[in-house]
């Protein structure tokens, strides 16, 4: 269903007599994680007030949800740019031509239709987007276009409160630890579509610390997720089960903001100190889920 058509008409928030977007109200999200934004349409030119504090929220909430988006292509590409520069890709289209920098994520089969076994499938695993190059996403946009009648949502982690609740021997171990981040394993491991020769070519493994430092806050978070091929320096078995280990840890329910989908929403968050997964929690055989996606790229992990 396009945006709105649940029934529901999608308000127009207010505008300045100059006919640029008003500034939002940001209230909190249960739980402590994210927030949701209400009273800004972000069709509009966006006055530096209302920027400054949209950039404040994410800075301080680290997911949020704008509420009662009407958006173009165009439109959210001008928005990501506040945040800075806007990626392209390299992953390849079932006809394979490369994904657009804003681009649509489904749960399309090859032949375009919902399907229990979409073409792309491993977004259900925990992950930070970009991880496996060597200057990974600063942030991720999605923007609800169609949406099944319940269901389809997306969950955060707070990698900052899960990498603060280790025990301290457990935080000494694993300081100054490197791990491998790898496209390749992560389609292998995921049972996802093996890789084109492209796509190899331009995703060579890369480097990063497990433990991470966000260039804004100062906080300590954990790096990991599903692009996470094995520690150096570390015998694969136990690499594995501390890898493992540590995003159990960090995705249990207490670190955990499921987003409830509703028409209409931008949802954006920061990839330096989350990870986030979709859930299959409807009928994907069925139903049309689709959101327009844009990326920010970041900085080198340190």
Known sequence: MPIGSHGLSAARPPVT???????????????????ACTGIDLSLPIAAPARDAIIAAFQT?????????????TNL?????????????????TDGSLL?????????????????????????????????????????????????????????????RAYDALPDDLKTEIAGLKVVHSFEHM???????????????????????????????????LYIGMYCSHILGMEAAASRALLDRLLAHATQPHFVYTHEWRPGDLVLWDNRCLVHRAVANYELG?????????VVKGTVPV
């Open 17 to 35: 007599a100059q006919g640029v977007a008003a500034g939002p109200t940001v209230s909190q999200m249960p739980g402590g994680l994210g927030a």
């Open 61 to 73: 909430h680290h997911v949020l949800a704008i509420r009662d988006q009407r958006l173009s292509k």
């Open 77 to 93: 590409s001008d928005f990501a740019a506040i945040f800075g520069e806007v990626e392209g890709n390299i992953f390849r289209k």
């Open 100 to 160: 657009e920098a804003v681009h649509e994520i489904t749960n399309f089969g090859a032949d375009g239709k919902p399907s229990a076994e979409p073409y792309l499938k491993s977004n259900f695993n925990w992950h930070t987007d970009k991880a496996y190059q060597a200057v990974p996403s600063l942030l991720t946009m999605l923007h609800a276009v169609e949406l099944p009648p319940s269901g389809g949502d997306t969950q955060f982690a707070d990698m900052t």
């Open 187 to 221: 389609r292998v491991s995921t049972g996802d579509r093996p890789l084109t020769p492209a796509e190899r070519e331009a995703s060579p493994p890369v480097i990063h610390p497990l433990v991470r430092t966000h260039p804004d806050t100062g906080a300590r978070s």
């Open 286 to 294: 069925r139903y049309r889920r689709v959101l327009m996606r844009v």
